[in-house]
């Protein structure tokens, strides 16, 4: 499965953005998909997660509230809609797909086999 992330780019804060991941397989509709976002200096972070049929998603508290996770698996694309921006939340933002039906913890990178290019998101104040 390879997945491309678009969206990110230059923001106010209180801007939104809307960041999409697109998935070249049509198993995407089996997996779980995440977000991870990786700011200068730092480890990269999970920020949200959406299951497999989109029945259940998962946030970082530092993101909750702002930002909503869905899917269209017609589409192959899971976005990530992000509001009320801050200028801590400039980063590398990254999606990540599981094995298919696989249930382990979704916000651990290590529960995701395949990873996107990662799309720059900048927020200035």
């Known amino acids: 499965v390879q997945l491309q992330a678009f969206g990110g780019g230059l923001a106010q804060a209180e801007d939104s953005l809307r960041l999409s991941c697109v998935a070249s397989?049509?198993?995407?509709?089996?997996?779980?998909v995440g977000w991870f976002r990786q700011a200068p200096g730092k480890e990269r972070q999970f920020a949200a997660s959406i299951n497999s049929i989109g029945s259940n998603s998962a946030y970082a508290d530092s993101v909750k509230g702002r930002f909503s996770i869905s899917r269209d698996n017609a589409k192959n694309t899971v976005y990530l809609q992000m509001s009320s921006l801050k200028p801590e939340d400039t980063a590398v933002y990254y999606c990540?797909?599981?094995?298919?039906?696989?249930?382990?913890?979704?916000?651990?990178?290590?529960?995701?086999?395949?990873w996107g290019q990662g799309t720059l998101v900048t927020v200035s104040s």
């Open positions: 397989d049509y198993t995407f509709g089996g997996r779980t």
């Open positions: 990540a797909a599981s094995l298919p039906s696989d249930n382990s913890d979704p916000t651990s990178p290590t529960s995701y086999r395949y």
